[in-house]
């Protein structure tokens, strides 16, 4: 009769290994991935979002601290850089149209922009933040080394501003579907580029998960709108603190 082998000796390794985080990230992805395609690519599936709520619960359940997992998951963070770089690939093969599309996508980007760190920081202070929790919004659509930078440059809380990031691109990647179809909006290089302006890397990659084309475009305004945002955030944050407050 087969056996299973023991699991104790290799589970004992693997607690205290790096690797044990970056099996859990793995293994939570995994898990994600696979109720995203039993949902049949339904974006209130999202992987991301569920792989994180996989991941807190984990941690909480076991007692684990988190820089104990990143020792581990930090590979997968080292990733992110080639990935990004990767995105050259698809926007070179879209080239003739973004030619063609410049003045909209420059119109676009400026008011995206602009729009998403005044209402951000708008809105924060009208229910009532603080000046520091308003300069750690401010950023939350850029990608999350640029968003944390800026916060830490304007006095806001970079590791929240992180969380807000994160947070945005799940929104995002989950209701951009439902905000469309009301506005009837059907080209895949306008979705695309909303979605990575306004959802950057968690919208970028479900805009792939859509379509190439949407991908592409998604990709370009997740780098420009990053590029835009560090250039505009630390002088307009504080003018509208300054005029609100």
Do not use: D
């Not at 809105?123 to 916060?151: C, R």
């Not at 990659?205 to 709108?225: D, I, K, P, V």
């Not at 509208?240 to 407050?245: D, E, F, K, L, R």
Request: aromatic fraction near 10%; include cysteine; proline fraction near 7%.
């Amino acid at each position: 009769m087969f056996e299973l082998p023991a699991l104790g000796p290799f589970w004992v390794y693997l607690s205290g290994s790096p690797l044990l985080g970056l099996t859990m990230t793995l293994c939570a992805y995994l898990a994600a991935q696979w109720v995203f395609r039993r949902s049949e690519g339904s974006p209130l599936a999202n992987p991301v979002a569920i792989a994180i709520a996989l991941l807190a619960a984990a941690l909480w359940l076991s007692g684990m601290s988190y820089q104990r997992y990143f020792a581990g998951a930090q590979f997968v963070h080292f990733l992110l850089g080639p990935a990004t770089v990767a995105l050259a690939v698809p926007l070179v093969r879209q080239l003739p149209r973004l030619r063609q599309a410049f003045l909209p996508l420059a119109a676009a980007l400026v008011a995206g922009c602009v729009t998403a760190i005044v209402s951000a920081v708008g809105v924060a202070l009208l229910l009532g933040a603080t000046p520091e929790l308003a300069f750690t919004l401010g950023p939350k659509s850029a990608t999350s080394p640029i968003a944390m930078a800026i916060s830490e440059r304007l006095g806001g809380i970079p590791a929240l501003t992180a969380a807000m990031v994160i947070g945005t691109g799940v929104f995002g990647a989950v209701f951009a579907k439902y905000v469309f179809l009301p506005l009837r909006i059907q080209s895949h290089a306008a979705r695309g580029f909303a979605l990575g302006l306004a959802s950057h890397g968690v919208g970028t990659a479900r805009a792939f998960q859509l379509s190439a084309e949407m991908g592409a475009f998604a990709g370009l305004a997740m780098g420009l709108n990053g590029a835009l945002t560090a250039l505009v955030a630390p002088w307009l944050v504080p003018l509208v603190v300054g005029w609100m407050g």
